[in-house]
């Protein structure tokens, strides 16, 4: 597979380098809607980047874990990073994971995100064998070095976990490693990250975590989340940053824990989750997963549309 080989869905020429806006705040980790038949469903999607411009959010990470990167081809993925740019026209900042248990792989779709004028890619870790520590950074590396773009590597993405040390050395070598993403937030290695690679921000990836991660100098979320409360989400944020730590708290514990924990009770089971409340709500048009993932039961959805509908949700 050639670089170029997926083209950029008009013809041009990869953008001149520009300056980078900073993923500050709440970043989308944005859900992939799909028909019934498994197709990608362009006019859902397009429904779905709507309503979370509409709930205040600050930015969109396309192809992450909630965005079931992992079910589609890798001409798919492209084909679904040329897409979302042309549905968001400009209306948001657009960084793209580039997941790939192969580093060739990862690195031809992040010169696609770049060539589709992207703000950033987020680099999942190489998946399925237990790689090696050297193997891990030469994978971040390779993507890193093959672009212009801000990277962001995934802490915590198939269960492995970057130390601070290791996010050093990654933006030694590459400087345009400048974000990172933490799955498990725990806010004493955000408050390590922070001062061992300080040229190195951190985005939270856990809901629960969020204010935590915030106080302890995160700069973001991507959370799934904000694709079912984006407005929550979004409230979070701008009450921190307006120093209103209490409506931060109150914003958090009495509207987005409660709605996400019942998400997560099963195994996997949040992005079918969320698509079934967003169903619900008239905002995509079918709640379908493709395989592995597979339908909650009925007993499972009616209890999270049951919490839903006791939050207003739907």
């Not at 197709?39 to 709507?50: G, H, N, P, Y």
């Not at 589709?116 to 390779?142: C, K």
């Not at 915590?156 to 498990?184: A, C, D, F, T």
């Not at 997560?264 to 619900?280: D, P, Q, V």
Request: hydrophobic share 45%.
């Amino acid at each position: 597979m050639t670089p170029t080989a997926f083209g950029n869905g008009n013809g041009a020429h990869p953008p001149t380098p520009r300056h980078h806006a900073r993923p500050i705040g709440a970043q989308v980790l944005l859900l992939t809607p799909f028909t019934e038949d498994g197709e990608v469903d362009e006019r859902s999607l397009a429904s779905l980047v709507d309503y979370i411009i509409d709930g205040g959010v600050d930015g969109i990470i396309g192809l992450g874990t909630t965005g079931e990167f992992f079910t589609m081809s890798v001409e798919e993925q492209a084909a679904l990073m040329t897409t979302l740019t042309k549905i968001v026209a400009g209306r948001l900042p657009i960084t793209f994971g580039v997941g790939n248990s192969a580093t060739s792989v990862s690195v031809a779709l992040a010169k696609h995100a770049q060539a589709l004028g992207a703000e950033g890619v987020m680099v999942q870790p190489p998946y399925y064998f237990d790689h090696t520590v050297a193997s891990v950074e030469a994978h971040f590396a390779a993507v890193a070095s093959a672009i212009d773009l801000p990277v962001m590597p995934y802490d915590g993405g198939g269960g492995i976990e970057l130390s601070v040390e290791r996010v050093r050395r990654l933006h030694e070598q590459s400087p345009n490693v400048r974000y990172v993403k933490m799955s498990i937030v725990d806010p004493a290695k955000v408050a390590a990250m922070r001062a061992g690679a300080p040229e190195v921000e951190v985005l939270v990836g856990d809901e629960n975590m969020l204010l935590m991660g915030l106080r302890h100098g995160a700069i973001g979320s991507s959370v799934g989340w904000s694709n079912v409360d984006p407005s929550a989400i979004s409230r979070v944020h701008r009450h921190f940053e307006g120093g209103d730590l209490e409506g931060a708290r109150t914003v958090l514990l009495r509207e987005v824990v409660p709605g996400v924990s019942p998400c997560i009770t099963a195994k996997n089971g949040w992005i079918r989750s969320y698509k079934e409340i967003l169903f619900a709500k008239g905002v995509i048009a079918s709640p379908a997963t493709r395989l592995p993932l597979t339908p909650l039961d009925p007993i499972r959805r009616e209890e999270v549309l049951a919490a839903m509908r006791e939050l207003a949700i739907v």
